[in-house]
């Protein structure tokens, strides 16, 4: 079983930055591929970047490209999502997600078999 947890989100003012942490409880992190997905309101759950198994290949959406990193920390069982130039936009429930196999690029839901609840992001203007 493998458990997730989101933090760091918050309001922040166009233009700032925030850090997201995904926290992941199991003995078998390194067997897992991790992303984040984002549900601005009104709209359906949407893939934002992916992290490799080795941690040393990223995938972004176009519109956070230049702007977002994410990354892991194996040692710590930690995935971070880096937000910078953050615009009214990109305000959404971000989660985080667990695979063991995915195609391409993870960036299908249905490639995740465990999901976090959830940290709100909201960009003012």
């Known amino acids: 079983q493998v458990q997730l947890v989101e933090s760091g989100g918050g309001l922040v003012q166009a233009g700032g930055s925030l850090r997201l942490s995904c926290a992941v409880s199991?003995?078998?992190?390194?067997?897992?591929?991790y992303a984040w997905f984002r549900r601005a309101p009104g709209s359906e759950r949407k893939w934002v970047a992916s992290?490799?198994?080795?941690?040393?290949?990223?995938y972004y959406t176009d519109s956070v490209k230049g702007r977002f990193t994410v990354s892991r920390e194996n040692a710590k069982n930690t995935v971070i999502l880096q937000m910078n130039s953050l615009k009214p936009d990109d305000t959404a429930v971000y989660y985080c997600?667990?695979?063991?196999?995915?195609?391409?690029?993870?960036?299908?839901?249905?490639?995740?078999?465990?999901w976090g609840q959830g940290t709100q992001v909201t960009v003012s203007s």
């Open positions: 997600a667990a695979a063991r196999s995915w195609v391409d690029r993870g960036q299908e839901e249905y490639e995740y078999a465990y």
């Open positions: 992290v490799t198994w080795s941690g040393a290949v990223a």
């Open positions: 199991t003995r078998t992190f390194e067997d897992y591929a």
